[in-house]
């Protein structure tokens, strides 16, 4: 991978993980397109470049990450991340194999845009605007429906969203919360990548961070990748929020539908395999 290639997946993960269209789904397509995708650095690269999105969360948030005394705050994140750490534990080879699949990203992309389309008319009640009034039982729900995002193409972003507004609270606490929730998320899918997943080769099963520093290039592009990958997430949280106090989902759904349908027509037209 080069530092171009880093910097474009970066700025793709940047964008993308904390709108509602699926940052690894166009991870994916970036790296098909480029050629790159399919070997281990990439695939520990499309995961590790979230650490510098993770950042982005705890700086913005910085008063509620940093917030002691606040205690509950930080239990109800423990909840919520309890499945998808369960899941991801049982199911991880199932999941590395969907994640080399372009056809799954374009189904899902369009399955949920047509749903992103509709989301605003089916939760209109919300009764819940501060964090403090989430339960811990909604915590775990949400923390459930972040599991559909274990499909490529679905967006951890957009099931936790549609998880907090289906359990009542308002569509910018649903978002804040959907940000919190992917920083110990992400972290702990980026320590199992680097730390803890076995890789084949020559010599026997190696660690992700082996591979990382196995080599100068691959170093740089992980750490490029994630300097680009924080400030480029910054900004896209700041417009999400900003946008979806004012316009809502509907522009997420057309844009996933037009995606999806591109995908697929492309893989059809043997363009991504």
């Known amino acids: 991978?080069?530092?171009?290639?880093?910097?474009?997946?970066?700025?793709?993960?940047?964008?993308?993980?904390?709108?509602?269209?699926?940052?690894?789904?166009?991870m994916i397509i970036a790296s098909s397109l480029m050629g790159i995708s399919g070997n281990d650095f990439t695939k520990i690269f499309e995961i590790a470049v979230q650490l510098g999105a993770i950042l982005s969360v705890v700086v913005l948030y910085w008063k509620k990450?940093?917030?002691?005394?606040?205690?509950?705050?930080?239990?109800?994140?423990?909840?919520?991340?309890?499945?998808?750490?369960?899941?991801?534990?049982?199911?991880?080879?199932a999941i590395d194999e969907l994640l080399e699949s372009p056809t799954t990203v374009a189904v899902?992309?369009?399955?949920?845009?047509?749903?992103?389309?509709?989301?605003?008319?089916?939760?209109?009640m919300p009764v819940i605007a501060e964090d403090k009034d989430i339960s811990y039982g909604k915590a775990f729900i949400i923390g459930i429906w972040q599991c559909v995002a274990m499909i490529p193409g679905v967006s951890r972003s957009a099931s936790s969203i549609i998880g907090g507004m289906q359990q009542k609270l308002?569509?910018?606490?649903?978002?804040?919360?959907?940000?919190?929730?992917?920083?110990?998320?992400?972290?702990?899918?980026?320590?199992?990548k680097l730390f803890l997943k076995d890789y084949p080769a020559a010599?026997?099963?190696?660690?992700?961070?082996?591979?990382?520093?196995?080599?100068?290039?691959?170093?740089?592009?992980?750490?490029?990748?994630?300097?680009?990958?924080?400030?480029?997430?910054?900004?896209?949280?700041?417009?999400?929020?900003?946008?979806?106090?004012?316009?809502?989902?509907?522009?997420f759904g057309i844009y996933r539908i037009i995606v999806g349908v591109i995908l697929l027509a492309m893989i059809y037209a043997g363009y991504l395999k």
């Open 203 to 251: 010599g026997g099963n190696i660690k992700g961070y082996e591979i990382v520093f196995s080599n100068s290039a691959n170093t740089t592009a992980f750490v490029v990748g994630n300097i680009v990958a924080f400030i480029v997430a910054v900004l896209a949280i700041k417009f999400f929020i900003v946008y979806l106090q004012k316009h809502g989902f509907k522009l």
């Open 170 to 192: 308002t569509r910018t606490l649903a978002a804040e919360f959907s940000f919190y929730l992917a920083v110990p998320t992400m972290l702990a899918a980026t320590v199992y």
């Open 1 to 26: 991978m080069s530092i171009i290639q880093a910097i474009i997946i970066a700025i793709v993960e940047g964008i993308t993980e904390f709108l509602p269209v699926s940052s690894t789904g166009h």
């Open 65 to 93: 990450f940093l917030d002691f005394g606040k205690w509950q705050f930080y239990v109800k994140l423990f909840i919520a991340v309890i499945p998808a750490l369960l899941l991801g534990l049982l199911f991880s080879d």
């Open 108 to 124: 899902a992309l369009l399955v949920g845009g047509i749903l992103l389309l509709y989301i605003d008319r089916l939760f209109k």
